[in-house]
């Protein structure tokens, strides 16, 4: 089961800060249901993030078949697609994360190891 | 194929709907296809726009390309308030943006995120009508291109499962109707539109290649965009149906109203007035104008020749003066060269006008002058809309053309009008007639539909006080025109001078041989008086001498003693 995040910020406040205090990554998994590629993309991206991030990270999963009107508020169209909220810049990757290279460029995690 | 015909939505677009005989399939989604600047995102925002206003179905439309803010302004220029349509909860405007250098992809995903927007936006305002403004745009925002073809069959059928009329608009293609062959999803109706240059007129074109279910016109369609939305203008469609009217209206110049029964041409007729150069085809056009003003009848004089102020002046030299209709607003002019734009925008802005308007009486001066931007065909095709338009108003229509042809004779018909004057109801020739070291007018009607008309010759003059038509003379020299014709005139005149005086003289010599005879008589009855005076003399002479000799005789007797 996704553990999805229940009430996210619909108003994006906390982009105004450039970085949490401790460094800790803020990742958003936008996915729509419980489809094998949204289960997939949530085991990939956690292992990702344990594997380079050593646990200073959080996902937030939104189901937007839960709440659809962010797909239009957040600019979504494929998914699952992944969001670097922090640390800036926004990075988007889409897909089930399978390729995790292709996840670690886009998360620019290749220099943190 | 089932034998009944699929349900259709007005599209609200006009003239679509007339060659598609009812609009767009109902609840399906069309495809709109066609090259930069065509017109599609207005054909997708005009479909959704007169959906709320015409038939009130709430729409929406996704943008891929232009920002809601630039939706907004270029669709208030054409006098569509989208803000007022999104506060009134009829209308959802978004826009999609795809920026494929910051996507990166890694691994399989699908388009769910669209359809959860698309069907969100849909609940927003109960959308029956979507547009979507370009799809194709996905097409380079996403790399596999496996995944998005599966997801735009998808979407397709999913736009049919909610049960929304769609527009979906694509890039056209090289060989293909759109780049990445959307015509392929969709089954039921594909539109290409198409902005052509030729002879350095730009012209639009629209036409259905598919609709699945229906009867639709074929051909391509010329439209036009101007400030308030696409225009379609369907050739074909027409059909002569429009009331003829009975009444009849004067044409300003008393003679030729004598020539049409004495009572002028009908009202909605359209009539066609050709002649060369210089031979006053204005000058009737303006004349009838005139009148009609006069009659309080408001007429749009369509001039691609003259400027307005020019051919108010040359119109005040022959005695007309239109200057006071304008001003009181009675008669309009639409000056402009024809080749400013394309023979259809040339259609559309005067019907547009004729709408406007609402004239009683339209001309246009002159239609010749239309050939150099389209062929005969599309002239004529052009003016069968605006006469079809126009009678269908029971507007009066007055067309001046142009002939070419110089070297024909009185009688003749012009060859080159033979196509247009088929639209016509009557037709009226001018003619230069070379002679005598001169060159003077001929007028004639050619034909008036529905009423017995004059077949005589006129002479055409413009004077100083307007047009008047003169008998041409007929004699045992032929026609004659002009100086001839006065001449002519002139020793007709003579004639009748020098024939009275002859009967004056004739008649003086009679009175006098009456007075001779009378003379005679008189004297002869003096003569008579006189003998019979004189034979009363000898009568009486005679009576006393018998008197006398019987006297002597008795005296005699007594002498003689006569016994008895």
Known sequence: MLPTTPDINRKETETEIDETADGRWILRLYVAGQTQNSLTAFENLKKICEDYLGGKYTIEVIDLIKDPQLAKDHQIIAVPTLIRKLPVPVKKIIGNLSNTEKVLVGLDLRKVR | MGAAEIEKVHSGIKGLDDITGGGLPKGRPSLVSGGPGCGKTLFAMEFIIRGIIDYGEPGVFVAFEEKIDDLKLNFRSMGFDLDNLIRRKKLVLDHITIDRSEIEEAGEYDLEGLFIRLGALIDEVGAKRVSIDTLEALFSGFANEAILRSELRRLFLWLKDRGVTAVVTGERGDRTITTYGLEEYVADCVITLDHRVTNQIATRRLHIVKYRGSIHGTDEYPFLISEDGISVLPITSLSLTHKASGERIFTGIPRLDTMLEGKGFYRGSSILISGQAGTGKTSIAATFIDAACRRNEKCLFFIFEESE?????????????????????????????????????????????????????????????????????????????????????????????????????????????????????????????????????????????????????????????????????????????????????GNEIDDRLCKNEEIERKKRELESRRKLMENEISLLRERFAQEEDEMMILIGQDVSREKVAAKTKREIATQRHVDR
Not at chain 2, 329 to 353: D, I, W
Not at chain 2, 379 to 390: E, G, H, K, P, Y
Not at chain 2, 399 to 424: A, C, I, K, Q, R
């Open chain 2, 309 to 489: 102020s020019q051919l108010l002046r040359n119109m005040k030299s022959i005695g007309i003066n239109l200057e006071p209709w304008v001003k009181s607003g009675l008669l309009k002019f639409h000056a402009v060269r024809p080749t400013a734009y394309s023979l259809e925008m040339h259609l559309s802005v005067m019907l547009k006008l004729i709408g406007e308007f609402k004239p009683r009486v339209v001309a246009v001066d002159p239609i010749s002058n239309l050939y150099p931007i389209g062929d005969d065909i599309q002239v004529r095709s052009m003016l069968m809309r605006l006469i079809d338009f126009a009678k269908s108003l029971q507007i009066t229509g007055l067309f001046t053309s142009l002939s070419n042809d110089v070297n024909v004779g009185v009688y003749s018909v012009e060859p080159t009008e033979m196509h247009v004057s088929s639209l016509m109801d009557a037709w009226l020739i001018l003619k230069n007639i070379e002679g005598n070291g001169e060159r003077n007018r001929a007028f004639s009607i050619i034909k008036v539909r529905g009423m017995a008309h004059s077949n005589q010759l006129r002479e055409f003059i413009l004077s100083d006080k307007g047009i008047r038509l003169l008998d041409v003379y007929k004699g045992s020299e032929g026609v004659l025109f002009g100086s001839a014709r006065i001449a002519q005139e």
